[in-house]
């Protein structure tokens, strides 16, 4: 099993759809995890933090869920510049992981 | 701030050549860490340096070979490439490494642009 896996889509949605990934962990140990974004051809940057408690940001919700080691990213009215490809991050222990990412395209 | 920057930015070997990627930071990070990304992989680990005078091996460390120059920079060099080296080559960095305390800022990585390097 991979130690952080996504589903790679691509998710095909319409502007002001909803849109939701999940990320699976396999440390049980892991407290810190993060979302980065990163669009094509250019380096990934941080998306948001995704704590215990959830996280709000704006359309942007993470949740994580340690029962069933996941986590969640949550994407409300999307725009066409949301486009990009996720990817969930795990920085338990003294490893950082980063999930092989999902690929989102929203169309007009 | 320029954050962390990478030269070059595209770079042709042949098989056997040698060559070394340069990273900086200017955010005063300890760590720093080079990644190669492949189609349907992910970013994948290859050498990190966890604080200065010190580096790692990461998950693919094979034909690479790292310096920690200083506290800003971070080289990556291959000493023999191949064409399974192919790939696009990110640099990070980061205040910290470990999440003994689970502080977010201090884990959160930063990017360079990345060296799309292809060797023929």
Redesign the interface.
Known sequence: RKEVEQD?GPFNVPEGATVAFNCTYSNSAS??F?WYRQDCR?????LM?V?SSGNEDGRFTAQLNRASQYISLLIRDSKLSDSATY?CVD??????I????TRLFVKA | NAGVTQTPKFQVLKTGQSMTLQCAQDMNHNSM?W?RQDP????R?IYYSASEGTTDKGEVPNGYNVSRLNKREFSLRLESAAPSQTSVY?CASSYS???GS???GT????????TRLTVL
């Open positions: 790679p407290q810190s993060f250019k380096e990934p940057k941080l933090s704590y990817l920085t338990g222990g003294f490893k950082t980063f999930g092989a990412g | 860490y990644y349907g992989m992910g970013l680990l990110f490494r470990t999440s689970a502080d977010a884990l959160t990585q930063y990017f360079g642009p990345g």
